[in-house]
């Protein structure tokens, strides 16, 4: 691969930079480790968003916790959420008496993790739930979901990186920015 093809390439600026985001995930982790000790926590990742920071956010974190990861759709390929959550899996992870802390990429319309803390928290008979998020879009938010832990707040703006994605791409930069109008489809250059 040329480095002008590389997706740094693509980006028209950074928002947060790896050490940056490292750095404010060591401050969530202590908060973490406070508010769970002693109690059974299991830590839900809404994929595929939620990669990066679940790697980095649990490897801070000295609970005896377990995983569990939940795949949903919501975007479908755009940069708008389409107000349709879709959950792409049979059955939901078995959480009866947990405290369930649920962790994604960004909280935007707020739908995708009230629809899953919606569904959690009928069939799944969790001890508590909580919400931790990397990025808190509020300017966008439709739901009344509010989130327990935040990396950053954002403005309006759409950003790929550190798990966030423009078409399934962008996923694997370790830094946060936003795309140049070139690298994103006509239709999705106004917004
Ligand atoms: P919500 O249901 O509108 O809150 O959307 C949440 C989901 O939309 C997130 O889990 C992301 O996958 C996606 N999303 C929202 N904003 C952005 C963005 O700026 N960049 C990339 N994905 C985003
Ligand atoms: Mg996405």
Redesign the pocket.
């Known amino acids: 691969m040329s480095i002008s093809s590389a997706s740094h390439d693509h980006l028209e600026s950074v928002l947060f930079e790896e050490e940056v985001i490292l750095t404010r995930l060591d401050e969530l982790a202590v908060e973490i480790n406070r508010d769970y000790e002693g109690k059974s926590l299991t830590v839900v990742a809404?994929l595929?968003?939620?990669l990066m920071m679940m790697a980095d956010l649990l490897r801070r974190i000295r609970l005896p916790l377990k995983m569990e990861c939940l795949s949903?759709e919501?975007?479908h390929g755009g940069?708008?959420?389409s107000?349709k959550?879709s959950f792409n899996m049979k059955k939901i992870p078995a959480l009866s008496g947990d405290h369930v802390l649920i962790v994604?990429?960004?909280?935007?319309?707020?739908?995708?993790?009230?629809?899953i803390t919606r569904r959690i928290s009928n069939e799944c008979d969790p001890e508590s739930i909580r919400v931790a998020v990397l990025?808190d879009?509020k300017a966008?938010?439709?739901?009344g979901i509010k989130p327990d832990y935040v990396g950053f707040e954002?403005d309006d703006?759409?950003?790929?990186g550190y798990g966030?994605?423009?078409r399934g791409r962008y996923r694997n930069l370790p830094f946060i920015g936003t795309l140049k109008p070139e690298y994103l489809l006509p239709e999705h250059r106004s917004l």
């Not at 994604?104 to 707020?110: N, Y």
């Not at 703006?157 to 790929?160: H, P, R």
């Open positions: 809404v595929h968003g939620s949903v919501s975007y940069v708008e959420s107000g959550v994604d990429d960004i909280l935007d319309s707020g739908r995708t993790l009230e629809e990025l879009k966008d938010r439709v739901a954002i703006l759409f950003v790929v966030l994605d423009y």
